[in-house]
């Protein structure tokens, strides 16, 4: 390249980086450039310009970074790899037995290292439930194609069949576990049946519809449901039915320090929390990598790239729907039951649109049918709030633009590249057919 070009692509570079720090400054001048605040009864406002330029000058220099990398490095690593390991999602791929061991063998030594608190186990705990809900719903939008933005309705409805079961009839979580899962892929069922011939748009307007409408029954219905009220005193699970998490035991249970003759923590309680949700959202990804190597899976797939094609091949459109829509919700319900069982108190405020909103949001910017994807957008959504916590209003708006910089980044997904589920041959059956 001569230098004229070099001279003329700075040019155009400095242009589009300019144009980018305008746009971040009007923008920001209204976000962030005035604060109002009372004084004495009265509505006061100050200027703060200086976070406008600071937000221009950011902007304008993110924006040079960027088009430099993929203009200049990206490329380059591609082409030095053979394309192999231009993208993380091929060096995750390349090496994911080993990563999903270490990360595994890390995910199981942390509530036993100094950096385990009431805090961090509370947000690992989060965490951990909203990458099963986003195993849960990849089976329904990333495996079978389907775009539901109700998923939130099933996991309310595992929240409060455990909820009502628990404190009506007093059973305990163990046995409210699988109910709730039922009674969650039943409404998953019920969900099926109106939408078996829609499809896109009209699929996700209708999905949307359904978990309203769950809300507006769960704040209405009071004499059932509490209404806006909610369900408190919701029991914790006990260890098996063999221990209490408590310091003397109660309803003839020991405590658990006293079972396994060890002194008495408040954090044993949340370890137990950590690992149940834990061993759940696991129980969650081996049951998808199984049975998407299943005719039902391979059913899922096939109806996500071509449903008329699928058809034709003899496949239950039908069949395979309602069977996506139960699987996905069943696990929902499960993350329900733990939830409400770990908060102690539901109310319709914890099901709203947001939370189908984010869930899927994880499962798209994971990458549309990755299970590592998941975990890896989980903790981009879930912890990047809470790193910029100290932000105070600045923190959605920073977790506003943490997804459009992944977004740019990886616009199909952290994990948009993946392994096909089923081979129809590989390179040394190839080999032995052209040897003969």
Known sequence: MSVQNQKLDMLSLLKESGLAALIAAALALPLAGFKTFDVNGTLTAETRFNWVLVAAVVVFFGRMAISIGQKTFFPSMGQAAGGAAGSIGDV?????????????AAVIIFPFTPMANRHSLDLAVYVLIYVMLGWGLNIVVGLAGLLDLGYVAFYAVGAYSYALLATTYDLSFWICLPLAGIFAASFGIIL?????????????????????IIRVVLLNW???TGGPDGISSIPKPTFFGLAEFSRSGSDGLPPFHELFGIEYSSLHKFMFFYFLILALALVTNLFTLRIRKLPVGRAWEALREDETACRSLGINPTNTKLSAFAIGAMFAGFAGSFFATRQGFISPESFTFIESAIILAIVVLGGMGSQVGVVLASIVLVLGPEIFRELAEYRMLAFGGLMVLVMVWKPKGLMSKRNPTVLMHNDTNAKQGAAK
């Open 192 to 212: 099926g049946f109106p939408v078996l011939r829609l499809r896109g748009d009209y699929l996700a307007i209708v999905t949307l519809g359904f978990g309203e």
């Open 92 to 104: 995750i791929n390349q090496n994911r037995t080993l990563l999903l061991c270490l990360l595994l």
């Open 222 to 224: 009071y004499e059932f």
